[in-house]
């Protein structure tokens, strides 16, 4: 198998490049609100504009499953997009209409998502978009754990090549494969269906796992506690509870309730029924702080709280400043552990912040995501490639 190509070793002069981007970001009032993952895509962007290629921008926002929705439009995410790159961005809603040319300009396709082909990978949507362009570059690491066309299939019809922010997400990832220890992970966020089988083979290597969010509320209430009103996935419980006879789990002791519209700190041996965990509490923050004060190494996904509600970010916002004065590697990967620390501008105190949660989670417990694979699979030549399509 070859090793993946990088877009700096591609020669795009006059040619059609076809970009897989991150998309799926935070819009409200048809404003982006976090714009953290299109500019993790700049470098590539200029470098294939320096080269006058004509660049075709995919991707997708949210879950449409096949449906068009007005609400998740890329259109304001295109408008968001040119004012970065300081370039004008044509829209197109309808992908098999559009003629690209071989001059200096970039046209953004409406959400892959609208149409199912996305999703079930089908070979005919693929082979569409791949008729559209000369090259591929993946610069959605995000999404490359998925099987989805425009991840798994395009480069099976075209050239394919890394995004510069993709190579560095796979470079700094693959430095935990065998991590300095002590070797710590802090899981937060919601999912927990998705991140424990994960969490099981990452846990063959990590000294101390730290639990806060969903994450948190399913394993408390798997380990026969009540939660009252939490959200927890039930469906969670039994692999939770084979996990935590396994590995060093450290679940919270205190947490921040809301019950009705106030909120207080209780233990987790005492929670109310009519309460909902919305982070962790200080004893636990404390407690968590002093466990990761003696690693060598740290990875972190997901927040421990509601953080996007300033009342339940405490935590969150505490890890997040201790660790950035830790002499360890730190690896940061879910968008919104990321979208706190960039806010508290902290970014340069951490060695890598991962525009990929799952995907990160994913490639750290030795998964071969899609993306990696077509990429590395890709060998096709440009005529080959337009012949095929």
């Known amino acids: 198998m070859k090793r993946m190509r990088s877009v700096t070793r ?17 819009v409200k009032n048809n404003m982006v609100v976090d714009d953290t993952r299109l500019k993790a895509a700049i470098s590539t962007l200029k470098l294939l504009l320096k080269q006058k290629a004509s660049i075709i921008l995919i991707g997708h926002r949210g879950r449409p499953h096949g449906k068009t929705s007005q609400d998740l439009s890329l259109k304001p995410v295109c408008v968001h997009l040119a004012r970065l ?6 829209f197109a809603t309808e992908f098999n209409k559009i003629t690209p040319t071989r001059k200096n300009k ?24 791949a008729s559209l362009a000369d090259a591929y570059v993946n610069e959605s690491f995000a999404t490359s ?15 394919g090549y890394a995004g510069i922010q993709f190579e560095k997400e796979v470079a700094s990832l693959d430095k935990l494969k065998n991590p300095e220890k002590p070797f710590m992970i802090i899981i937060g966020g919601a999912k927990a269906h998705d ?45 939770a509870r084979r996990l935590m006879k396994t590995a ?9 309730v809301k019950i009705d519209k106030n909120t207080q700190i209780v233990s987790t041996n005492s929670i109310p029924k009519k309460a909902a965990i919305q982070d962790i509490g200080p004893v636990t923050t404390i407690a968590y702080q002093t466990k990761l004060r003696s690693a060598k190494t740290i990875l972190w996904n997901g927040p421990l709280g509601i953080a996007e509600k300033p009342e339940f970010a405490h935590s969150t916002i505490a890890i997040a400043k201790y660790i950035s004065k830790l002499k360890a590697t730190t690896i940061i990967t879910g968008g919104d552990t990321d979208a706190v620390i960039h806010k508290l501008g902290l970014a340069k105190k951490f060695t890598h912040l991962s525009t990929g949660g799952g995907a990160a989670l994913a ?27």
């Open 106 to 129: 970039i046209i953004m396709l409406e959400n892959l998502r609208f149409n199912f082909g996305e999703e079930s990978s089908n070979k005919s949507f693929a082979q569409k978009l």
């Open 248 to 256: 060093n789990i450290l679940m919270p002791v205190d947490v921040v």
């Open 195 to 239: 991140k424990i089988p994960i969490l099981k083979q990452l846990s063959k290597k990590a000294d101390m796992i730290l639990l806060g969010g969903v994450m948190a509320n399913t394993f408390l209430a798997a380990n026969g506690m009540n939660t009252g009103n939490s959200i927890v996935n039930k469906e969670c419980f039994a692999a």
């Open 145 to 159: 754990h998925e099987n989805h066309a425009s991840i798994a299939l395009v480069p099976k019809y075209l050239q």
């Open 363 to 389: 490639l750290l417990s030795g998964e071969t995501l899609a993306g990696i694979a077509a990429l590395n699979n890709s060998c096709v030549s440009f005529k080959k490639a337009r012949r095929e399509t």
């Open 85 to 90: 790159l300081k370039q004008k961005i044509e």
């Open 10 to 26: 591609l020669d795009a002069r006059g040619k059609r490049i076809l970009v897989r981007l991150d998309l799926d970001v935070e």
